[in-house]
């Protein structure tokens, strides 16, 4: 499954993302629609907050080459073991080139964010190889045009010690402020989110 989130005009989809329609495999449908995230689970079948295990990667782009894509669309779910896979692309827009906001990553285009899900913690060792070999590939094809700025595996690189400053520079605390403000009992969190102040 490829879905994409889209951070910018309407009419911007289309051009962004029409020359990709024209090649194979082409999607089943393609449209464009505002989701929350309760809609997100609703139309995907999945519960809020996730019950499967999840491995998830991140990779800033500055652009998405055909040699990237062709990486993209091979991504496959492993049928075998009742693993799923999934890519979101998420498009920018002009939203994050302001240098003073949190976003570690202004001059990016693209957050491509494939995704493997899984209930067993026996295929553990088998979903996570997945990610990594799709990562692997991506870099590979990302590499001569350097198109990769950034990547993680399920968000957080563990070997960062510092990722809350890698990630969101010096607007860590302030963060934070806002957080205890808005979600105090952190309903809403995720791998690499900010938690409140107690």
Request: net charge negative; glycine share 4%; aromatic share 16%.
């Amino acid at each position: 499954m490829l879905n994409c989130s889209f951070n910018g005009p309407h009419f911007d989809a289309d051009k962004v993302f029409q020359p990709w329609l024209s090649q194979n495999p082409k999607p089943t449908f393609y449209s464009v629609f505002n989701y929350t995230q309760s809609d997100i689970s609703r139309v995907l079948g999945m519960p809020f907050p996730v019950v499967n295990r999840e491995h998830i990667l991140s990779s800033m782009t500055i652009n998405i080459t055909e040699a990237m894509l062709d990486v993209i669309l091979d991504f496959q779910p492993n049928s075998t073991l009742d693993i799923g896979s999934w890519t979101e692309i998420v498009y920018l827009h002009n939203t994050n080139k302001d240098k003073n906001t949190a976003y570690a990553f202004p001059d990016i285009a693209f957050d491509i964010v494939p995704g493997i899900s899984w209930k067993n913690p026996d295929y553990d060792p088998y979903a996570r190889q997945m990610s990594e070999k799709f990562l692997e590939k991506l870099i590979d094809a990302a590499a001569p045009t350097k198109s990769i700025v950034g990547a993680y595996i399920n968000h957080i690189d563990p070997y960062l010690r510092d990722w809350q400053t890698m990630y969101y520079r010096n607007n860590w605390d302030r963060l934070r402020d806002v957080q205890t403000k808005w979600d105090p009992t952190w309903y809403f969190r995720f791998p690499r989110g900010i938690p409140p102040r107690k």
